[in-house]
């Protein structure tokens, strides 16, 4: 069984210096205080994904990926813009994440 590494603690530190705290982990996601964005670890350790809620001003996520993106930058790690995401919530309480990539050029 492979476990991946994943470097969590770093994570935090991106998230903190950009004003939010992390307030959830699970699997390879990483959910924020204010539910604005979410980072996905990637099969490279040094790369994240960076997902923008779908309802969150398009003016305030290009800040915000700024910011995170210079954070990421001084610990030796790069972020990638992919797109969006939606949290839907299903009949039976749980919660599915629904994931809109950016189109490659």
């Known amino acids: ?4 590494h ?3 603690g ?12 992390v307030t959830y982990a ?14 996905q670890f990637t099969d490279s350790p040094d ?8 309802e969150f001003p398009d003016s305030d996520a290009d800040a915000i990926a700024g910011k995170i993106h210079e954070s990421a930058a001084s610990r030796n790690m790069t972020v990638v ?3 969006h995401y939606e949290l839907v ?5 749980t919660i599915d994440v629904k994931f809109f990539n950016r189109l490659e050029a």
């Open 1 to 4: 069984m492979n476990i991946p």
């Open 6 to 8: 994943r470097v969590l």
């Open 10 to 21: 770093i994570v935090r530190e991106i998230v903190s210096e950009v004003g939010h705290d």
């Open 26 to 39: 699970y699997e390879d996601l990483v959910f924020n205080d204010h539910n604005a964005y979410l980072l």
């Open 47 to 54: 790369i994240l994904n960076l997902y923008f809620n779908i």
């Open 81 to 83: 813009n992919k797109g």
């Open 89 to 93: 919530q299903n009949a039976d309480d």
